[in-house]
């Protein structure tokens, strides 16, 4: 995860760790996918509160984990959830992931739910690519396509109204959801080989109004929320979308799709 400023690099790790179950459903279908020797050293991109990594880790018995996020709240999470089970097995580390502090070092990459918060992904699949050992393998997940596109009209829509519209005159969407021929041509120019890349489907219904109200702040809209000056015009503005999410069909849905990724260093 990415941003420019430090106060939109920083999230509620707590509220994050408990609600993201969507996002450890995706990441355990992508670790499915993996054929690991059990003493790899593997870097977790965008490893957030460490609750993928912990899967990861204990299809490790005897390899490692580097751990990197930009945010410090993140990995202080992530550090209390993985540090007493798994000690030296992993360590953490603060970085952005398109100036990775790493050459040559690692036998894989596993990122999930991270890269569409990245500016510019020619700079993050160079700097993964400079990251893995040569054969080395990226496999990850992320936002792609038309991801949460009926959300994100919405909220864009909603964004133009009072007392909403002055407050986001000049905010642009912070995400990059790539369709699967350009992210597979962005690879191909950082370097990687033997490149696959597809989109699917992975709508998502969260139970109630409650959950939805949580959900959207934690985990979707935090860097449109800091636009806005006060937390009562927040929690307004969530309400409004929690409101017309409950007349879905179904209700407090959301239109995720996932970007699955597959490469080899050169």
């Known amino acids: 995860m990415t941003s420019s400023s430090n106060s939109s690099r920083e999230w509620n ?4 760790h408990r609600l993201s179950q969507p996002q450890l459903s995706w990441g355990k279908k992508l670790l499915s996918r993996l054929q690991l020797r059990g003493d790899e050293l593997l870097l977790d991109a965008g490893c957030g ?6 899967e990861l880790l204990q299809a490790l018995p005897q390899g490692r984990v580097i751990g990197v996020d930009i945010s410090q709240n993140m990995l202080g999470t992530a550090s209390d959830h993985l540090k007493a089970k798994f000690g030296q ?5 603060v970085a952005d992931l398109q100036a990775l502090p790493f050459e040559n ?16 992904h ?10 893995l050992r040569p054969s080395g393998w990226l496999h990850a997940q992320c936002g792609g396509g038309p991801n949460l596109l009926n959300l994100r009209n919405r909220v864009n829509k ?3 109204t009072p007392p909403y519209a002055s407050f986001f005159a000049s905010f642009r969407e912070p995400w990059v959801f790539a369709d699967a021929e350009t992210a597979a041509d962005t690879l191909q120019r950082a370097g990687f080989l033997d490149i696959e890349a597809g989109l699917e489907s992975a709508f998502t219904i969260l139970d109630d109004s409650t959950q939805y109200s949580e959900f959207l702040p934690a985990i979707i809209l935090r860097t449109h929320l800091e636009c806005l000056p006060d937390s009562d015009l927040r929690a307004r503005f969530v309400a409004d979308l929690t409101e017309q999410a409950a007349a879905d069909d179904p209700p407090f849905s959301l239109d995720y799709w996932r970007l699955n990724l597959s490469a080899k260093a050169s």
Not at 49 to 54: I, N, Q
Not at 122 to 131: I, T, V
């Open 13 to 16: 790790s707590s509220q994050y």
């Open 49 to 54: 509160t460490g609750r993928l990594t912990a």
């Open 89 to 93: 097995r992993v360590d953490l580390v």
């Open 105 to 120: 070092a690692f036998d894989g990459i596993v990122s999930t739910a991270a890269f569409h918060w990245v500016p510019d």
């Open 122 to 131: 020619d700079r993050l699949f160079r700097s993964l690519h400079r990251a």
């Open 158 to 160: 909603l964004a133009t």
